[in-house]
């Protein structure tokens, strides 16, 4: 009786000496999955967990690589540049063996903000005709990710609804144009405000922002982004305004310039292109609403009895003003319809494409209508210089160019008779005999404003002068 107890006490401690040792798997985070999109032309980061001091191998397309887990199981790596290519095999062996398949090499672009960007294409496609097309068809080279612990999944009709309607319609239209792979992450809330969608180290890093806290939560950049950190990426498309910043003292530019440059920092790509669409959405008419890009854009209108005189263009104009921030540029929503929640998604991701194009990937095509360059007086009028005239400016609908308007030293504006003359404006008013400022189209919506290019694609806000 007493040796059973001593054989039954010997076996207890010899199965749990061998309980307590813990082989860990190797593990890599869930955007490392089968139909992954890897960013080509960089040195693409791959990382994981297991066990301490544990050698990890990573090989793809002929490379192999290296890496030693730390003291808390980390581990990290980078592949050496790969071209456009695949389907490959992405295999991670320690202990363990993961073996990815069907990986792509193309073009990753990051999606993030509020509800613009989360909306899904089955609730849109319902009024979008051209979004719902698109959502029928198949694309073998276009993947979905969500950054929140999602895999990567193959856009066809199955998975297509339940992706982001405006990061979709992006996505497909730049996979068609430039034919190669493209891959697509998600991370968006709606309701949200960018002061949640970076840190307090953010803000302390940049000079205007050192002395301000993030949004209560700094939550939704460590939840949504952060994960994602430090996938190769090309880009970031950006749908995000109606909701401000939460930050007490900080506006859109000062905030957004925090938030840009910090991704940035962390990701440690470098200067990655950061596009936005511009808010407040629509509020203008558009070149040709029989192009289905503009199809839902507001009607012309006549011009009001007197011009703003106060601040009601200040939000658009200062949401003009984020293109300034390094390497950022604006999708142009004024001509694309209206509402907080524009119907036209296919509209606004193809018009995003298009900035992407031009402004990422170097293609012929305008991105911009005419944005202010510089004015001088001239008598009893002003004339504007323009950049992105394109094709050349151009007017729209009406008797003639109208949207403008001057004011002298008392600060009260007038409509102006305008004149295009060359890639200038000439804009003068018989009750202004000596102009010292000018602005066009100063209101939060502005479908009387009828200044394009031949390009088709509208002037942008603006106020200048004393």
Same mark, same amino acid.
């Given at each position: 009786?007493?040796?059973?107890?001593?054989?039954?006490?010997?076996?207890?401690?010899?199965?749990?000496?061998?309980?307590?040792?813990?082989?860990?798997?190797?593990?890599?985070?869930?955007?490392?999955?089968?139909?992954?999109?890897?960013?080509?032309?960089?040195?693409?980061?791959?990382?994981?967990?297991?066990?301490?001091?544990?050698? $990890?191998?990573?090989?793809?397309?002929?490379?192999?690589?290296?890496?030693?887990?730390?003291?808390?199981?980390?581990?990290?790596?980078?592949?050496?540049?790969?071209?456009?290519?695949?389907?490959?095999?992405?295999?991670?062996?320690?202990?363990?063996? $993961?073996?990815?398949?069907?990986?792509?090499? +193309?073009?990753?672009?990051?999606?993030?903000?509020?509800?613009?960007?989360?909306?899904?294409?089955? +609730?849109?496609?319902?009024?979008?005709?051209?979004?719902?097309?698109?959502?029928?068809?198949?694309?073998?080279?276009?993947?979905?990710?969500?950054?929140?612990?999602?895999?990567?999944?193959?856009?066809?009709?199955?998975?297509?609804?339940?992706?982001?309607?405006?990061?979709?319609?992006? +996505?497909?239209?730049?996979?068609?144009?430039?034919?190669?792979?493209?891959?697509?992450?998600?991370?968006? %809330?709606?309701?949200?405000?960018?002061?949640?969608?970076?840190?307090?180290?953010?803000?302390?890093?940049?000079?205007?922002?050192?002395?301000?806290?993030?949004?209560?939560?700094?939550?939704?950049?460590?939840?949504?982004?952060?994960?994602?950190?430090?996938?190769?990426?090309?880009? %970031?498309?950006?749908?995000?305004?109606?909701?401000?910043?939460? $930050?007490?003292?900080?506006?859109?530019?000062?905030?957004?310039?925090?938030?840009?440059?910090?991704?940035?920092?962390?990701?440690?790509?470098?200067?990655?292109?950061?596009?936005?669409?511009?808010?407040?959405?629509?509020?203008?008419?558009?070149?040709?609403?029989?192009?289905?890009?503009?199809?839902?854009?507001?009607?012309?209108?006549?011009?009001?009895?007197?011009?703003?005189?106060?601040?009601?263009?200040?939000?658009?104009?200062?949401?003009?003003?984020?293109?300034?921030?390094?390497?950022?540029?604006?999708?142009?929503?004024?001509?694309?319809?209206?509402?907080?929640?524009?119907?036209?998604?296919?509209?606004?991701?193809?018009?995003?494409?298009?900035?992407?194009?031009?402004?990422?990937?170097?293609?012929?095509?305008?991105?911009?209508?005419?944005?202010?360059?510089?004015?001088?007086?001239?008598?009893?009028?002003?004339?504007?210089?323009?950049?992105?005239?394109?094709?050349?400016?151009?007017?729209?609908?009406?008797?003639?160019?109208?949207?403008?308007?001057?004011?002298?030293?008392?600060?009260?504006?007038?409509?102006?008779?305008?004149?295009?003359?060359?890639?200038?404006? %000439?804009?003068?008013?018989?009750?202004?005999?000596?102009?010292?400022?000018?602005?066009?189209?100063?209101?939060?919506?502005?479908?009387?404003?009828?200044?394009?290019?031949?390009?088709?694609?509208?002037?942008?806000?603006?106020?200048?002068?004393?």
């Amino acid at each position: 009786m007493q040796l059973r107890h001593l054989l039954s006490a010997a076996l207890l401690l010899v199965v749990t000496s061998f309980s307590s040792v813990v082989f860990a798997d190797v593990e890599v985070p869930p955007l490392f999955s089968d139909h992954m999109v890897l960013q080509r032309d960089m040195e693409a980061p791959v990382w994981g967990t297991a066990e301490p001091g544990e050698e $990890i191998v990573v090989s793809i397309a002929g490379q192999s690589h290296e890496a030693k887990a730390d003291a808390d199981g980390k581990w990290s790596l980078k592949l050496k540049p790969l071209k456009v290519g695949g389907p490959y095999v992405l295999n991670i062996k320690g202990s363990n063996t $993961i073996e990815l398949k069907d990986v792509l090499v +193309g073009d990753v672009w990051i999606g993030s903000g509020q509800s613009n960007m989360a909306g899904g294409v089955g +609730g849109y496609a319902k009024n979008d005709e051209v979004l719902a097309e698109l959502a029928a068809g198949t694309y073998p080279q276009l993947r979905f990710c969500r950054g929140k612990g999602g895999n990567w999944q193959e856009s066809n009709p199955k998975t297509n609804p339940g992706f982001s309607a405006i990061l979709f319609a992006f +996505g497909q239209q730049l996979q068609k144009d430039l034919d190669i792979p493209v891959g697509l992450i998600l991370g968006a %809330v709606g309701g949200t405000p960018s002061g949640r969608w970076l840190t307090d180290e953010m803000l302390a890093n940049n000079k205007q922002t050192k002395e301000y806290k993030a949004a209560k939560g700094g939550d939704l950049y460590k939840q949504h982004i952060q994960p994602v950190v430090p996938y190769g990426i090309r880009g %970031v498309l950006w749908d995000q305004g109606e909701s401000g910043t939460a $930050i007490k003292g900080l506006d859109q530019f000062t905030t957004m310039g925090a938030l840009i440059g910090g991704w940035r920092d962390t990701w440690g790509q470098g200067e990655f292109p950061f596009i936005y669409v511009q808010k407040p959405s629509g509020g203008g008419c558009a070149w040709d609403k029989s192009n289905p890009t503009n199809r839902m854009a507001e009607d012309f209108t006549t011009l009001p009895a007197t011009p703003q005189q106060g601040n009601a263009g200040d939000y658009r104009a200062h949401h003009v003003g984020i293109m300034n921030h390094p390497n950022t540029a604006m999708v142009t929503a004024r001509d694309l319809g209206s509402g907080i929640h524009p119907r036209n998604k296919s509209g606004y991701g193809h018009r995003a494409a298009q900035v992407a194009l031009g402004f990422t990937y170097g293609k012929d095509v305008e991105i911009y209508g005419p944005i202010y360059a510089s004015h001088k007086v001239e008598g009893n009028k002003i004339r504007v210089q323009f950049n992105h005239v394109g094709n050349g400016l151009a007017t729209k609908y009406g008797d003639g160019l109208q949207g403008f308007a001057v004011a002298g030293k008392d600060g009260k504006y007038h409509w102006a008779q305008a004149t295009i003359d060359g890639d200038t404006v %000439v804009a003068s008013s018989e009750n202004v005999p000596e102009p010292v400022s000018v602005q066009y189209a100063w209101d939060k919506n502005s479908t009387w404003a009828n200044l394009f290019n031949k390009d088709g694609l509208p002037a942008l806000i603006f106020r200048a002068g004393e």
